[in-house]
């Protein structure tokens, strides 16, 4: 059983920051790319960036900087701890959303069943 373990997420002043973790536990043999998707009151779940194992990143239109690939957000991955973290810079209220962490083609031994996983979601409010 695979488990996904957010952290990280709470109440924030617009510009402030917040770094969020998630962490895979289980008998994973691997696991392809890890990311963060948001939710906000009345709309769709989007993507905000992912990171496949090899550290190729990709990044929400949303979030990506105009100079800068990543932008006011960044996506990096532990790949020995199997966890994934975004740092989230100069938030604004539109970023306020339930933040869920996702993990693409997780391998597990022994069975070497390939699959995919939510976590639950860790909340993002950014307000004054």
């Known amino acids: 059983q695979v488990q996904l373990v957010e952290s990280g997420g709470g109440l924030v002043q617009p510009g402030g920051s917040l770094r969020l973790s998630c962490a895979a536990s289980g008998s994973i043999l691997s696991i392809f790319a890890m990311g963060w998707y948001r939710q906000a009151p009345g709309k769709q779940r989007e993507l905000v960036a992912d990171i496949t194992s090899g550290g190729r990143t990709n990044y929400a239109d949303s979030v990506k900087g105009r100079f800068t690939i990543s932008g006011r957000f960044t996506i990096s991955r532990d790949n020995a701890k199997n966890t994934v973290y975004l740092q989230m810079n100069s938030l604004k209220p539109e970023d306020t959303a339930v933040y869920y962490c996702?993990?693409?083609?997780?391998?597990?031994?022994?069975?070497?069943?390939?699959?995919?996983?939510w976590g639950k979601g860790t909340l993002v409010t950014v307000s004054s």
């Open positions: 996702h993990a693409d083609d997780v391998v597990v031994v022994p069975s070497g069943s390939d699959m995919d996983y």
